[in-house]
């Protein structure tokens, strides 16, 4: 399969733990997005990579998320101290040259 | 924040009909996006359709574009069981390299 894959599919966490999310792009694919979905509403941006580098932030972003491209491939979404309003769709998507994204399939958070 | 509104927010239909889906957008654009979700999972692209585009078709999918109005239509024709989902328009504007959806119309196609 060589489309976006994201690990883990679902996480149930506790308040005030901290959790990652990986995102494996299309290889090819220099341009990464993270995406936050709530039930019922269309996905919204939080960030945004070229290569490694991380070119836009959402201001949804607060300090207690942070997002890493080491090398300018697989990216990672670290959220700490999570809050019951962490509780969402959390979507990966990649591109190249085109504008059109391919997702990933999601990592479900729920917060307890 | 979302870009715009879609409507209906819910559309059900028989089998075989056409399903006809609007989006609202606010800003000026570089092009309109349509996605489809099945429950709970990811986003799949269906068509794109750039700002100097009035129409584009792909299959049974029919897309317009009014940028004078800021408005988007998504025409599925011959609807099948399986195009049961959520459909999202999302705009690109080119500066912010990212993707701005809409709220989204969930579509029911019964047998």
């Known amino acids: 399969d060589t489309g976006v894959s994201q690990d883990p599919r679902h996480k149930i966490t506790k308040r005030g733990q901290n959790v990652t999310f990986r995102c494996d792009p299309i290889?090819?694919?220099?341009?990464l997005y993270w995406y936050r979905q709530t039930l019922g509403q269309g996905p919204e941006f939080l960030t945004y990579?070229?290569?490694?580098?991380?070119?836009?932030k959402s201001r949804l972003l607060s300090d207690r998320f942070s997002a890493e491209r080491p090398k300018g491939s697989f990216s990672t979404l670290e959220i700490q101290r999570t809050e019951q309003g962490d509780s969402a769709m959390y979507l990966c998507?990649?591109?190249?040259?085109?504008?059109?994204?391919?997702f990933g399939p999601g990592t479900r958070l729920t917060v307890l | 924040s979302q870009q715009g509104e879609e409507d209906p927010q819910a559309l059900s239909i028989q089998e075989g009909e056409n399903a006809t889906m609007n989006c609202s957008y606010k800003?000026?654009?570089?092009?309109l996006q349509w996605y489809r979700q099945n429950s709970g999972r990811g986003l799949v692209h269906l068509i794109l359709?750039?700002?100097?585009?009035r129409e584009k078709h792909s299959g049974r999918l029919r897309v317009t574009l009014d940028t004078s109005k800021k408005s988007s239509s998504l025409l599925i024709t011959a609807s099948r069981a399986a195009d049961t989902a959520s459909y999202f328009c999302a705009t690109f504007t080119g500066g912010g390299n990212k993707l701005t959806f809409g709220t989204g119309t969930q579509l029911k196609v019964e047998l």
């Open positions: 990579f070229q290569n490694e580098a991380q070119l836009e």
């Open positions: 998507a990649s591109t190249s040259v085109s504008d059109t994204q391919y």
């Open positions: 359709i750039r700002s100097n585009e």
């Open positions: 290889s090819e694919h220099n341009r």
């Open positions: 800003t000026s654009i570089n092009n």
